[in-house]
């Protein structure tokens, strides 16, 4: 059954004109929590480069399909299955992950596989890039994020919105570095990381 997100309708521009800035290569893109599937269709259309491979849990797949019918984009792969609680992970090797609005949601050790499985399966110079809310030390937590923190919290105490610093040091710990952070509307953020090239030992 096809699903509608009024969420990803509205922001599907923004992260895209972002993406454009973000993924300047070509290669696969694994989206990780494609929900719906409203935005898996819009980024493959849109960004004919890349090979877009949309993923998520088993009972989303039926909306995703429902989407990927009814566009006509040629590099959209079909639909996987992909828990951050389970392993394998339908790919094994991506040149860019990207992660919207899943964060907040997941409890703190989803977010923690995630940035691990990224790690391990990014290309070096490969891309990281998620979107969603944050809180940042020594920066007003603005009122509609306090608020939507709240509002997770209720629901599930192991989700809400993340600590930026937290975030970053478990990108760093997965070998990756802090490429951009860019303000996005409804003070939301748009952030990526790069796979850090290896370095040769010469020991």
């Known amino acids: ?10 922001n599907k521009g923004p992260i895209l004109a972002t993406l454009r800035d973000a993924l300047s290569t070509s290669g696969l893109v694994l989206e990780i929590g494609s929900g719906t599937g409203q935005h898996a269709v819009f980024f493959a259309e849109h960004l004919p480069q890349l090979q877009w491979q949309p993923t998520d ?15 006509d984009a040629a590099n959209l792969l079909e639909p996987r ?17 990207v992660c919207i609005n899943t964060i907040h949601i997941v409890p703190w050790v989803g ?5 691990a499985g990224a790690g391990q399966l990014l290309d070096s110079t490969g891309i990281l890039f998620v979107y969603g809310p944050y809180r ?3 920066r007003p937590f603005e009122p509609t994020n306090k608020r939507f923190d709240q509002c997770l919290r209720s629901r599930d105490p192991e989700s809400g919105v993340r600590d ?9 710990a997965h070998g ?9 509307p409804a003070n ?11 370095v040769a030992s010469n020991k």
């Not at 849990?57 to 566009?71: T, V």
Request: proline share 5%; with cysteine.
């Open 176 to 184: 990756l570095q802090l490429v951009e952070d860019r303000a996005m």
């Open 164 to 172: 930026f610093d937290a975030v970053n040091a478990l990108a760093r």
């Open 57 to 71: 849990l088993a009972e989303n797949l039926p909306s995703m399909h429902a989407w990927a019918a009814a566009g």
């Open 81 to 97: 299955v992909l828990d951050l609680f389970s392993d394998p992970w339908p790919v094994t090797q991506a040149q860019a992950v």
């Open 111 to 115: 977010v923690e596989r995630l940035f």
């Open 188 to 198: 939301n953020r748009c952030i990526w990381w790069m796979k850090k090239k290896q």
């Open 1 to 10: 059954m096809k699903q509608f997100s009024p969420a990803c309708e509205r």
């Open 136 to 138: 940042y030390a020594g």
